[in-house]
């Protein structure tokens, strides 16, 4: 296919099989391996981590470590499209020649908060260059054979953030992705994505106009809340995929599919990590294990320090332990008499916001809340709420697990 006959807009995502679940672009964290996972639980696209174009053009090390034979594989990682941050139009489209024929698309990254991205002046920070994003994009559209496409944020201007989305169509980025936040809104300060700025960006939009969501999916219910709010085409999911690939299965209400038992799910990643060529899968594997285990580690605390001492450089048998042993305690677990009354999954109040917080199982994938003055987000708001039942209910699950395990301790010990 030549520059002139490349896919646009609509057809283009037609020929994708008009995707509604997307895996997210995240720095070493998207990944084959994770891409595999995550399209056998409903992902229909994935985008690959954000990549550094001036280090991926220039440096073979870093393309070898980033991208292997198998990524972009037409039978196990289609569609896909590669993200890339920039500042600079020759070295990304330096970059983006590497695998122009290895994806559907190739992202330009306009949302990373960090400072790091502020440091080297790329991602959200480019927010503040209009000129240069223009120039980013239009280079890439003018040169490469497959098309472009855009990852935003938001300005707490509406009418700003129209004129900024309208700017990057113009430029030549075929599909956009909007994520509901402002590039203030990072760790602590997150917040709720502000999915009415969506609707309007969507509705100012031309009606043709490919539009993807991002923000505020913790629940697989959350994906057609967001579709109906936003009218969006497809919605993205980042961190929510990342502690919970279950996210995106929206074929039943199947809670093994939804919210998987992690030794399942641990075990499932793992043996696709064995598979993998490259590096860049065995390199995300221990931040991987800590996402996924990340309610169950507040509960066995003993595994975390095996885990954080465990090198991704480790034979595999070491992580083969680690996954055993968390088998091994899932099972004793689901070997209860009382599993089926506490292996439920129990959904709260409708919020301010739309959706409902679920009480899941610690021994389930869940999503991550973070912590506010010492207090995750979810009880706060739930407190606020003044949704005291669903606090009841948790804390007695937590409590009756504890109880248990003192008990069974105590057996051994006197054994």
Known sequence: MTILEKAKGRELYDSMGQPKRIVGPMVDQSELAWRILSRRYGADL??????????????????DNMWSELDGDFEKDRPLIVQFCANDPDYLLQAAKFVEDKCDAVDLNLGCPQGIAKKGKYGAFLMDDWDLVHTLIKNLHDNLKVPVTAKIRIYDDWEKSLQYAKMILDAGA?????????????????????WKVLRYLRENLPKDQVFFANGNILYPSDLGRCE???????????????????VFWTNSADKDRQFSRVDKMLREYFEIVKICPGSASRHAMKAHFFKLLHAFLNTHKELRPIIGRTSVHACLEDWEAIVVRVEEIVTEIFSRPDINEIDKITTGQIQHWGGSYKEVPYWRCQPYFRTVDGEKQNTRVLKIAGDKTSIESNNKRKNSISLEQDSTKKIKDEQ
Do not use: W
């Open 174 to 194: 075929q599909f956009i992705t909007v994520h509901g936040r402002t590039r203030d809104m990072k760790g602590q300060a997150t917040g709720l994505a502000n």
């Open 46 to 63: 994935c985008y690959t981590p954000m990549f550094h174009a001036k280090l991926f053009a220039t440096e073979q090390k870093y393309r």
């Open 228 to 246: 109906n709010e936003t009218q969006c085409d497809a919605v993205m999911s980042a961190e929510g995929n990342l502690y919970n690939p279950g």
